[in-house]
């Protein structure tokens, strides 16, 4: 295949096409002076005419001087980066808190004239799961507990508001979007299956935990259609009630759509599953309830359970871009950094982001951001920002740490079905991102004959499938794979 043909492809924006013409054993080399022709006429295409696009190559290297820019498009301006967000979080998370950095959940209890009151509080631990509450409620079982008056959850580790504000109201409905709260619980949301039924019925709801049939309301509005209509889910829930809303339509006899909202009070919800999981060991519980009062100094820690190490974090926040992590560690960084009590422990983990990596040579004005985990369509970060991230870890002692956070191309996390039976199989750990027309991806790339390079690249305003913007973005990480050091 030569190089003219790929061009041919480019011009008539078939860069699926492209893809499929670059097996592992037909690469074409590349040298560095041609790289700049080869990306320009893909950035140049008449589909990407009206859309944005920013990219930065460099080699991998220690200093400034080590590094050369091989490619630059628009890489000092500013762009939506979607989950790109994440490498700076956890970049930072990694230099300040350390990768042995964890955070506990525990249960106090307070005896009062043989009344006994438990009081649960969290560090926003997002690794806390179904085994995780089955091991804090054995211990209490262990302590002897038969009767207990009052459960009461204390939600107060993470001060200011709980659901960012510069999210979009339908992600803070769905379970990508819960939020990361003191007191977390299987990420903070709920799963759930549609299933197609006849034509002309609605779909059957089944929720992965059946006890949540009884506690929620369904308010069913899609309907089962013929194998010609078109296929498509929207799930949404009221923002304070147990009030569940299905739109949208599945082809008789197909497979089952998965789907989960957030939990809407999340805290109090901590709190009653514990009770449920209590009373099954035998130990009543009278009632549950919030609290914002500090834990009585009388009160003695009954059980707890500690968070794995913040290493084993990472892999959930960039190779599977879990958002609920990426917010937890935000906030856990606010606070560590945080010289004072803050009122907002969003904001002040986003100004502690900016103060952890300027040392590494990232520049505070490269970016602005308002969350963790890219969520926001109000994050704004140059291509230059990730890369110059990316350079300065690649040299610290939490470099392979970091690094294997991410996911590799054709083998792990968001990148798994990408670049199969491509020279960049296995040759590129990356960071994906992803919201409405806005895709992204950065990592570390290793070209057959060539040392490595860094990359970002950033496309917003394509008004297209988010399957055609990642072809976009792939076709140009395949042509910097054919680099040759020459």
């Given at each position: 295949?030569?190089?003219?043909?790929?061009?041919?492809?480019?011009?008539?924006?078939?860069?699926?096409?492209?893809?499929?013409l670059?097996?592992?054993?037909?690469?074409?080399?590349?040298?560095?002076?041609?790289?700049?022709?080869?990306?320009?006429?893909?950035?140049?295409?008449?589909?990407?005419?009206?859309?944005?696009?920013?990219?930065?190559?460099?080699?991998?290297?220690?200093?400034?001087?080590?590094?050369?820019?091989?490619?630059?498009?628009?890489?000092?301006?500013?762009?939506?980066?979607?989950?790109n967000?994440?490498?700076?979080?956890?970049?930072?998370?990694?230099?300040?808190?350390?990768?042995?950095?964890?955070?506990?959940?525990?249960v106090?209890?307070?005896?009062?004239?043989?009344?006994?009151?438990?009081?649960?509080?969290?560090?926003?631990?997002?690794?806390?799961?179904?085994?995780?509450?089955?091991?804090?409620?054995?211990?209490l079982?262990?302590?002897?507990?038969?009767?207990?008056?009052?459960?009461?959850?204390?939600?107060?580790?993470?001060?200011?508001?709980?659901?960012?504000?510069?999210?979009?109201?339908?992600?803070?409905?769905?379970?990508y979007?819960?939020?990361?709260?003191?007191?977390m619980?299987?990420?903070?949301?709920?799963?759930?299956?549609?299933f197609?039924?006849?034509?002309?019925?609605?779909l059957?709801?089944?929720?992965?935990?059946?006890?949540?049939?009884?506690?929620?309301?369904?308010?069913n509005?899609?309907?089962?259609v013929?194998?010609?209509?078109?296929?498509?889910?929207?799930?949404?829930?009221?923002?304070?009630?147990?009030?569940?809303?299905?739109?949208?339509?599945?082809?008789?006899g197909?497979?089952?759509?998965?789907?989960s909202?957030?939990?809407?009070?999340?805290?109090?919800?901590?709190?009653?599953?514990?009770?449920?999981?209590?009373?099954?060991?035998?130990?009543s519980?009278?009632?549950?309830d919030?609290?914002?009062?500090?834990?009585?100094?009388?009160?003695?820690?009954?059980?707890?359970?500690?968070?794995?190490?913040?290493?084993?974090?990472?892999?959930?926040?960039?190779?599977?871009?879990?958002?609920?992590?990426?917010?937890?560690?935000?906030?856990?960084?606010?606070?560590?950094?945080?010289?004072a009590?803050?009122?907002?422990?969003?904001?002040?983990?986003?100004e502690?982001?900016?103060?952890?990596?300027?040392?590494?040579?990232?520049?505070?004005?490269?970016?602005?951001?308002?969350?963790?985990?890219?969520l926001?369509?109000?994050?704004?970060?140059?291509?230059?920002?990730?890369?110059?991230?990316?350079?300065?870890?690649?040299?610290?002692?939490?470099?392979?740490?970091?690094?294997?956070?991410?996911?590799?191309?054709?083998?792990s996390?968001?990148?798994?079905?990408?670049f199969?039976?491509t020279?960049?199989?296995?040759?590129?750990?990356?960071?994906?991102?992803?919201?409405?027309?806005?895709?992204?991806?950065?990592g570390?790339?290793?070209?057959?004959?060539?040392?490595?390079?860094?990359?970002?690249?950033?496309?917003?305003?394509?008004?297209?499938?988010?399957?055609?913007?990642?072809?976009v973005?792939?076709?140009?990480?395949?042509?910097?794979?054919?680099?040759?050091?020459?």
């Amino acid at each position: 295949m030569l190089r003219g043909s790929f061009a041919f492809l480019l011009a008539n924006g078939t860069c699926a096409a492209l893809l499929a013409l670059m097996p592992q054993s037909a690469a074409v080399g590349m040298c560095r002076a041609e790289l700049g022709e080869q990306l320009d006429a893909i950035a140049t295409q008449p589909d990407l005419r009206r859309a944005r696009l920013g990219i930065q190559v460099e080699t991998l290297g220690r200093t400034a001087g080590e590094r050369q820019v091989l490619y630059a498009r628009d890489a000092d301006r500013y762009f939506v980066p979607a989950s790109n967000v994440k490498l700076l979080t956890t970049a930072a998370a990694l230099r300040h808190l350390g990768p042995d950095f964890t955070t506990r959940t525990s249960v106090y209890g307070l005896d009062n004239n043989g009344l006994t009151t438990l009081y649960v509080t969290g560090g926003g631990d997002p690794t806390f799961g179904d085994e995780q509450l089955t091991d804090l409620a054995q211990q209490l079982s262990q302590q002897g507990l038969s009767r207990v008056s009052n459960l009461l959850a204390h939600d107060g580790h993470f001060p200011g508001q709980r659901v960012n504000p510069n999210w979009e109201w339908e992600d803070v409905q769905a379970g990508y979007g819960a939020p990361a709260n003191s007191l977390m619980l299987n990420q903070n949301e709920l799963g759930l299956t549609l299933f197609p039924q006849a034509v002309g019925q609605p779909l059957r709801v089944e929720w992965d935990d059946p006890s949540l049939t009884n506690q929620w309301r369904v308010e069913n509005f899609s309907k089962t259609v013929s194998a010609s209509e078109p296929e498509f889910v929207e799930i949404g829930r009221d923002l304070g009630r147990p009030i569940l809303r299905v739109y949208g339509q599945l082809i008789v006899g197909t497979a089952p759509e998965t789907a989960s909202v957030a939990v809407p009070e999340p805290a109090r919800y901590f709190a009653q599953t514990l009770r449920q999981r209590l009373t099954t060991l035998g130990v009543s519980v009278a009632q549950t309830d919030l609290t914002a009062q500090p834990i009585p100094s009388g009160a003695s820690e009954l059980a707890t359970v500690t968070s794995p190490p913040l290493a084993d974090w990472l892999s959930r926040t960039n190779r599977n871009s879990k958002n609920i992590y990426a917010e937890a560690i935000l906030k856990s960084l606010g606070l560590a950094v945080a010289a004072a009590p803050v009122a907002e422990v969003t904001t002040a983990g986003t100004e502690a982001v900016k103060t952890v990596l300027q040392p590494l040579g990232v520049a505070p004005d490269s970016y602005e951001i308002v969350d963790g985990s890219g969520l926001s369509r109000h994050n704004l970060a140059t291509p230059t920002a990730f890369v110059d991230t990316l350079q300065g870890m690649a040299f610290t002692p939490e470099a392979e740490i970091y690094r294997n956070s991410l996911a590799v191309a054709g083998q792990s996390g968001t990148l798994r079905n990408r670049f199969r039976d491509t020279i960049v199989q296995g040759r590129l750990h990356g960071k994906t991102g992803a919201i409405s027309r806005n895709a992204s991806l950065s990592g570390y790339l290793e070209p057959l004959n060539h040392p490595p390079v860094v990359l970002s690249i950033l496309l917003n305003h394509v008004n297209q499938r988010g399957a055609n913007l990642r072809q976009v973005i792939d076709a140009l990480v395949l042509e910097i794979a054919q680099l040759e050091d020459c």
